[in-house]
C-alpha cells in the first residue's frame, strides 16, 4: 500500500479512536456520527489488511498492528497540529537557518553586533549571510530563500522596506608620513578614484558620482570594482582614493593604513534599509528576525 492512495483522514480517526478506547467517544470528538467513524475503520482495516480494533463490552481493544501504529500516529498529528496552528514563536527554542543578504561594508561592520544578538536571543538558530550581488543572481526577494535584505532601499512588487539611518561616506587614501591630509578644491579635482559598481547593469551604479555632479566637482574614476572591501584594498595599494562607508572605514581604516582625507569634498550619505518581501511578512520567526536585526544596528 502506497501512503498517496491512503485517505489520511482516515489516521486521525483511528489515532482518536485508540485514544478515546470507543467509536461513540472518538465520534463525539471529532464531531461525527459513530456510523462515519465505524465507516472510516472499515475503510482503513481493508487499506492496512488488519482488524486494528476489537470490541469488547462497551468499549474496544486494539489489535497487536494498531499498538505497534499507535505511539507514531500521535507523535506525527501532534507535529502537524504544531504546524498547522499559530503556536507562540519562541526564540529560545527555534532552530531555524536565517539568510540575510547584506553588501560587504555591512558584513564587516554590522555582521558581528547582529551574529552576538542571534546567539544571545535564538541560542539554537542559524545565520546564513550572502552578498547582494549573491541576491541578484538568485532573483528578487519573493522568488529565493532570503528572509531579510540590509542596505540601499530594495524595490519591487511585495516588498516591505523599513529606513534604518543614513550612512555618512568618508573619502579615503592609503597614510602619507601618518598624516591627515586636507585638500584644496584644484587638489581634490586631480585625484583619481575607485568606484563601487554594485551588480553592474542591474541598477546598482556608483550613487557617489551623483553627488559630485551636483557640486559640480571633477570626479576622475580609473577603476571600478564591485565591493567596498575591494575599493579599499587597491586603494592601500596605489594612489588612488575610494569612497567608503564610516562604518566600514572605521573596522578597517587603521589596520589598512588608509586615514581619511579633508575639504570640499561632495557629501553623499547611504540611506540603509530593511527589506523584506510580503513571503514573509507575517511569519513568527521572520518578524523575530526582523526585529533582532533592528535592535542590534540601532540600539547602544
Known amino acids: 500500500m502506497s501512503l498517496s492512495t491512503l485517505d489520511l483522514n482516515l489516521l486521525l480517526v483511528l489515532d482518536t479512536v485508540l485514544r478515546e478506547r470507543s467509536v461513540a467517544q472518538a465520534a463525539k470528538h471529532l464531531h461525527v456520527t459513530p456510523s462515519a467513524v465505524s465507516n472510516g475503520l472499515a475503510k482503513l482495516r481493508t487499506a492496512l489488511g488488519d482488524p486494528l480494533v476489537m470490541r469488547r463490552g462497551r468499549g474496544i481493544v486494539p489489535t497487536p498492528r494498531a499498538e505497534e501504529l499507535a505511539p507514531a500516529l500521535a507523535r506525527a498529528l501532534a507535529e502537524l ?12 527554542t527555534c532552530t531555524r537557518t536565517f539568510t540575510l543578504a547584506m553588501a560587504d561594508a555591512g558584513q564587516v561592520a554590522s555582521l558581528p553586533a547582529i551574529a552576538a544578538a542571534l546567539a544571545k536571543a535564538m541560542p539554537n538558530a542559524r ?3 550572502i552578498g547582494i550581488e549573491s541576491l541578484l543572481a538568485l532573483g528578487d526577494l519573493g522568488s529565493t530563500e532570503v528572509d531579510l535584505h540590509l542596505g540601499v532601499r530594495a524595490t519591487g512588487s511585495g516588498i516591505h522596506a523599513e529606513a534604518l539611518y543614513d550612512e555618512p561616506t568618508v573619502l ?6 601618518g598624516k591627515r591630509e586636507r585638500l584644496s578644491r584644484e587638489r581634490l579635482c586631480d585625484l583619481r578614484h575607485v568606484g563601487v559598481e554594485l551588480a553592474p547593469g542591474r541598477g546598482f551604479r556608483d550613487p557617489i558620482a551623483a553627488s559630485y555632479a551636483r557640486a559640480r566637482v571633477t570626479r576622475s574614476v580609473a577603476l571600478t570594482v564591485p565591493t567596498f572591501a575591494a575599493a579599499a584594498a587597491v586603494a592601500v595599494a596605489t594612489d588612488l582614493v575610494t569612497t567608503l562607508p564610516q562604518s566600514l572605514f572605521a573596522a578597517l581604516g587603521r589596520p589598512l593604513g588608509l ?12 540611506s540603509m534599509a530593511l527589506c523584506w518581501h510580503e513571503r514573509t511578512h507575517t511569519d513568527p520567526a521572520a518578524r523575530a528576525f526582523r526585529a533582532l536585526v533592528r535592535r542590534a544596528l540601532l540600539e547602544p
Open 127 to 129: 545565520l546564513r549571510v
Open 172 to 177: 579615503v587614501a592609503r597614510a602619507r608620513a
Open 81 to 92: 497540529e504544531r504546524a498547522v496552528t499559530n503556536a507562540p514563536f519562541d526564540s529560545a
Open 259 to 270: 586615514i581619511a582625507l579633508t575639504g570640499p569634498i561632495p557629501e553623499y550619505h547611504v
